[in-house]
């Protein structure tokens, strides 16, 4: 049987094939998918058991903070394109595509908790019927060998709901892995470098190839404020087993998380022989064979992937009796990086109890409010022990920081210059693109010391010199210290 496809004219998205999709998961990997799949044309259910949640989503109010997600869930909404309910049954049994997007956070032991996954396998299995035939998709990030066993969760929820007609119901499994950033997930949606899909049968494929059609050609007009990159034509599709999909997620953010440590490591060199890091990362960013992007020294990664998958990556090698001393280096270098920052202020205040340090920026980075594994979390819990004041101001994080960590004693501000007032010591954790234009002075002049502590290298150093601050950045020596160092000629 083929997919039941509905040949729709939407006045703003143009001709399009369009499917039914159910998406399990509506946190950034399913509410951006739900509402990128919904604006390409396709009808699309999100499934979440959060009753608050959907109650929220369906006044077109997402739960999480990501650019330009509200205008394209509204969009979508107002055609009729996308709804939301907690009810999984109907919108499955009459769906082409289901797509798997709920969480898989870290056990004690560093492998992925696959309970959610577990869980709505075999619902759908249970809402499955032999009228059409259906396509499982595992887009959640999940250890090599998850799609074999989603298969068999699958057919085990069938065989429990209709053990007469098991025989009759035909489905297939896919690995579709993202590679969305928080903060663009909606242009990495819609604009991908490359569209990565694992089946191990040509019926799925085809179904697959279908969906993401409007992608692949770029077919679709561009949605108001994410416009589409000049020169982009057609996306690539890249077709593997199921096994090679669910490799390419691990070894992709493996490969860029051990990218920021080298960088780190590298400024940290710099730092001891006075090289300027930015200047270098320049440098070697300019090799194409390197590339620029994820070059910038700074306090290491964070957020909700990076540490997840690489220690997942880590207990998948041990399993097999193998031991990744490249992996282990990198979540120890990440690890050591955020300590930096209480080496730094050490070394200008030398004793931290009873001083007050300011965090400029909560979110583990820009244009985001996750707080999962944050550097400032990090920092402002080793501050505390170490008996000092934490004071913070986040743009758009300060709620979340409330809401999840009302045990942690920091004191949110409304301004950066409320942060700066008394403080002995600020801390620029998280390089919001509003704060390269702070007044500088401003804040120096409120603070009692006026030490800056550039965990992100966004000012230059020469500048927040000239505005009063005693400055140091990362991989970036005192410059007039090196200014001294060279030999002058007549």
Avoid at 259 to 283: L, R, S, T
Avoid at 404 to 418: G, H, K, N, V
Avoid at 470 to 487: L, M, T
Wanted: proline residues 5%; contains cysteine; aromatic residues 6%.
């Amino acid at each position: 049987m083929r997919p039941t496809l509905v040949i729709l004219k939407q006045k703003e998205f143009g001709w399009v094939i369009s499917m039914r999709v159910t998406v399990i998961g509506t946190g950034y990997v399913g509410a951006v998918t739900g509402a990128c799949l919904a604006y390409l044309g396709h009808r699309v259910t999100c499934i979440d058991t959060d009753e608050k949640k959907i109650a929220s989503l369906r006044r077109g109010e997402p739960t999480i903070y990501e650019p330009h997600l509200s205008e394209l869930l509204q969009l979508a909404a107002s055609h009729g394109g996308i709804d939301f309910d907690t009810d999984l049954s109907a919108a499955a049994a009459a769906s082409d595509v289901i797509f798997i997007a709920v969480g898989t956070p870290s056990l004690p032991s560093g492998e992925a908790n696959l309970h959610y996954l577990e869980a709505a396998a075999r619902s759908i299995g249970g809402a499955m019927d032999a009228k059409k035939f259906r396509v499982v998709v595992n887009k959640s990030t999940v250890p090599v060998g998850s799609g074999n066993l989603v298969e068999t969760l699958v057919r085990e929820g069938i065989r429990e709901a209709r053990p007469q007609e098991r025989s009759a119901i035909r489905f297939g499994v896919a690995s579709n892995p993202e590679f969305l950033r928080e903060g663009c997930a909606i242009g990495d949606s819609l604009y991908p470098d490359r569209i990565v899909t694992g089946a191990s049968d040509q019926e799925t494929l085809a179904v697959m190839q279908e969906l993401y059609r409007p992608l692949v050609e770029q077919s679709f007009e561009a949605p108001p404020g994410v416009p589409r990159p000049a020169g982009l034509k057609r996306v690539r599709m890249v077709s593997t087993t199921l096994t090679s999909a669910e490799m390419i997620k691990y070894a992709a953010n493996a490969f860029l998380a051990m990218k920021i440590g080298f960088a780190n490591e590298m400024a940290n060199i710099c730092e001891h022989v006075g090289a300027e890091a930015p200047e270098v990362m320049i440098g070697i960013g300019l090799d194409s064979r390197i590339g620029s992007k994820f070059l910038s020294p700074g306090l290491g990664w964070g957020g909700s992937c990076f540490g997840k998958d690489v220690l997942a990556l880590l207990h998948t090698a041990r399993e097999y009796g193998y031991d990744s001393r490249l992996l282990r280096a990198s979540i120890e270098v990440n690890t050591a990086q955020r300590q930096l920052v209480i080496q730094k202020l050490q070394e200008k205040l030398f004793i931290l109890k009873g001083r007050t340090v300011g965090l400029l920026g909560l979110a583990f980075k820009p244009d985001t409010d996750d707080l999962r594994d944050a550097p400032s979390l990090h920092i402002a819990e080793r501050l505390l022990q170490m008996g000092a004041r934490v004071k913070a101001y986040d743009p758009i994080a300060m709620n979340a920081c409330r809401e999840q960590r009302p045990d942690l004693r920091i004191r949110c501000c409304d301004s950066p210059l409320e942060l700066a007032s008394e403080s002995d010591a600020l801390v620029l954790v998280t390089e919001w693109s509003e704060f390269r234009d702070l007044d500088l002075p401003a804040l120096a002049r409120a603070m009692t010391r006026p030490i800056l502590v550039d965990g992100r290298n966004l000012f230059h150093p020469d500048a927040a010199r000239a505005a009063g601050f005693d400055y140091c950045g990362i991989g970036r020596p005192n410059s007039q210290a090196v200014k001294d160092a060279i030999p002058h000629t007549a």
